[in-house]
């Protein structure tokens, strides 16, 4: 099915290093402009209906009638998304088929491009982070006196080797968040990558005149990596959605329809990022140690350590210098808006507003984190503790090398998790609030079982038991919160407070791990299984009440209503984005849908267009070189000379082609 719009030729993409979040990489096709015969005014009513509406009414949001998908009835809304999916389904299945015939395995170098290499930054930090519940064992073994009798450390130095990493976790989030809306994304991607590569060098060369000594810079410098990767989170989720695919003001058609799985596809790197680590760790292991049976050596358990963490150094200082040299576009859309709004530095004004229109969002995105975190913070870092508790085994014969396998198993069920939210996290009638309501509620289910009945579920008849519903707990813990809350604390924030939002949210969530990783370390494994899972409970309480619903919402649209919202003008937008469907139930209480009007809507875009034209020739006349580059909209020639005769400022404008400014870009480029 066609989307109405024109693509310019196959460009590379810009932006290759970035999470895809929620836009996903740029792969230099899908860059779309107005069509040549796109009416203005003065057109007939039959012309603006033939092509206009293919702008305003795309087939996989509108019927032919241009009823929204939302608001046809439930019956109705499943036979439409079901016939828009299996026809994208289609063409997708035959594109893939189209590319084994030419080449069978440029399938798994569209991947590579797409998933893996967006994905780098939190496949690196999924690796280092939670191999710290993997090497607790390890040193717990080879150093007893000081990670289990703290005869020889410090027992609350050994204590916040876990809960310090977190506060490094939160520090970046903050402050990387607010330097990334003032200073701009592309300068907070570059310096995360040289925290994360200089914390790396720290780790890998960690060293004491005694053994308390070595925990403690051991300590510290985690801590100091943890900031880099704290920083990660606002700068790949916000960098990547204004990327140049993105930064027009139509959409496309895979925007629309793959946005959330292309954010997961990438985030789910970070299970991959705890796949290998697991790996190497057991490879390390039974190349220096050569079993992985007890006693272990001091030197085994150096070398295994401290080559685990040199490895990740090398991709890293790769990363570095991939975004400083390849990723030159990455602040564009946040410049853009910017200037619009006349802002400099850091825009006050929207961050006051957001706080105005949008503060049941971030107590959605950030009390859903805050409840995920305990979960799946308190789960990896302390997994030694739940598997001990699933296989007794492990306990009893001190082999790490079973713990180790058993948590292969938990990765694997992990990344179906993974894998499922990414097929499904598009899916209108599932969509991303369902699916953390559903992960969220399982969670609850599989914790709370156990804590009132372990006991039983420690013995021998009900021990396999307890290992499913751990596992499916993974599972379902992938699948819904940990998946969702990273894509929607980008999706329901304008630009120009993105990342202060997406790491206000990421923020409450570490303080959420740091919950856990205090408390566990003060109960037993029965009682942490009385502690967590409430909070499932009350993160699905908070989803249904604050979050809303992006599964389907053009962005585009979002972004639209935030310019209304800030020329304070509420009550004039009347698009899709107050629709109740992507509206929270708390914003449907409050009223906040009562102006959706899709009639005078498709009014106003049309006047929205025409005054997007008129800004742009502003900015050309301003542009006595003719360099500047405003964005990737382009308005045909046809469009462009029509508005030239009819607008109140053609007197003021250099008359300028869409040709011309594409071929200044291409001398500029």
């Not at 330097?179 to 701009?184: T, V």
């Not at 950030?366 to 870092?381: C, H, I, M, Q, R």
Request: aromatic share 14%.
């Amino acid at each position: 099915m066609s989307d109405g719009l024109e693509h310019h030729k196959h460009h590379d993409p810009t932006n290759l290093g970035m999470v895809s979040s929620p836009h996903g990489p740029e792969t230099g096709d899908d860059h779309a402009h107005l069509p040549a015969d796109f009416p203005a005014a003065g057109s007939s009513e039959a012309e603006v209906a033939r092509i206009f509406d293919k702008i305003l009414f795309p087939d996989d949001l509108y019927t032919p009638e241009g009823v929204y998908w939302a608001d046809l009835p439930f019956g109705q809304q499943m036979k439409f998304n079901t016939a828009v999916d299996n026809a994208e389904a289609k063409q997708e299945l035959g594109t893939i088929w189209s590319m084994m015939k030419q080449d069978p395995l440029s399938p798994i170098s569209w991947y590579f491009k797409n998933a893996v290499l967006p994905g780098a930054g939190l496949g690196l930090e999924g690796y280092v982070l939670f191999s710290i519940g993997n090497l607790t064992p390890l040193f717990s073994a080879v150093w007893p006196q000081c990670w289990k009798t703290y005869k020889v450390c410090n027992k609350q130095w050994t204590y916040a080797v876990t809960y310090l990493e977190i506060v490094g976790i939160i520090i970046g989030q903050i402050l990387v968040g607010f330097i990334g809306d003032s200073i701009g994304r592309r300068w907070g991607l570059i310096q995360d990558a040289l925290i994360m590569f200089g914390g790396l060098l720290m780790l890998t060369a960690s060293w004491g005149v005694s053994l308390n000594g070595w925990v403690i810079c051991y300590t510290l410098s985690l801590m100091f990596y943890s900031i880099g990767v704290g920083g990660e989170y606002p700068m790949t989720a916000t960098a990547a959605m204004e990327n140049a695919t993105g930064s027009g003001k139509i959409s496309t058609r895979e925007d629309r329809l793959h946005r959330g799985r292309k954010v997961t596809m990438a985030f789910l790197m970070q299970g991959w990022g705890q796949f290998f680590n697991q790996a190497i760790l057991i490879i390390l292991l039974l190349i220096f140690h050569h079993s992985g049976k007890p006693p272990y050596s001091l030197v085994s358990a150096q070398w295994t350590f401290r080559i685990s963490f040199a490895i990740p150094a090398v991709g890293t200082l790769w990363l570095v210098y991939y975004r400083a040299y390849k990723m030159p576009l990455a602040s564009k859309q946040l410049n853009a808006a910017k200037k619009r709004a006349k802002v400099t530095g850091y825009d006050v004004q929207s961050l006051k507003l957001t706080f105005k229109y949008f503060t049941p969002r971030l107590i959605a995105t950030a009390g859903s984190w805050f409840a995920n975190d305990v979960f799946f913070y308190g789960n990896k870092l302390f997994q030694s503790t739940f598997i001990a508790a699933i296989d007794p085994s492990v306990a009893k014969t001190g082999n790490i090398m079973t713990s180790w396998l058993w948590n292969f198993v938990n990765i694997a069920v992990s990344l179906c998790g993974y894998y499922m939210a990414s097929f499904l996290i598009d899916n209108k009638l599932v969509g991303r609030k369902r699916m953390m309501q559903l992960g969220f509620l399982m969670d609850f289910i599989l914790f709370v079982v156990p804590a009132f009945h372990y006991n039983y579920y420690k013995s021998i008849k009900g021990v396999h038991a307890f290992q499913t519903m751990y596992f499916l707990s993974s599972f379902f813990n992938q699948f819904g919160p940990n998946a969702v809350t990273f894509l929607v604390a980008a999706e329901v924030f304008p630009t120009s407070i993105r990342a202060t939002a997406h790491g206000f949210s990421a923020a409450w969530g570490k303080l959420g791990a740091l919950l856990a990783t205090v408390v566990y370390n003060y109960i037993d494994t029965q009682k942490k299984f009385y502690f967590v899972p409430w909070f499932g409970l009350a993160g699905m309480l908070v989803t249904w009440l604050f979050l809303p619903d992006t599964t389907g919402l053009d962005l585009k649209e979002q972004e639209r209503r935030w310019t209304y919202l800030r020329q304070g003008r509420e009550s004039e937008y009347h698009g899709i984005a107050v629709h109740p469907r992507h509206l929270s139930v708390w914003e449907r209480m409050r009223g906040a849908g009562k102006y959706y009007d899709p009639k005078q809507d498709r009014i106003d875009q049309v006047k929205d267009l025409r005054n997007e034209w008129e800004y742009r020739q502003a900015e050309k006349s301003k542009d006595e070189a003719g360099l500047m580059d405003t964005d990737d909209l382009q308005f045909p020639d046809e469009v462009h000379n029509h508005f030239m005769r009819t607008s109140n400022i053609k007197g003021k404008l250099r008359d300028t082609s869409s040709d011309d400014i594409s071929n200044e870009k291409v001398a500029v480029n």
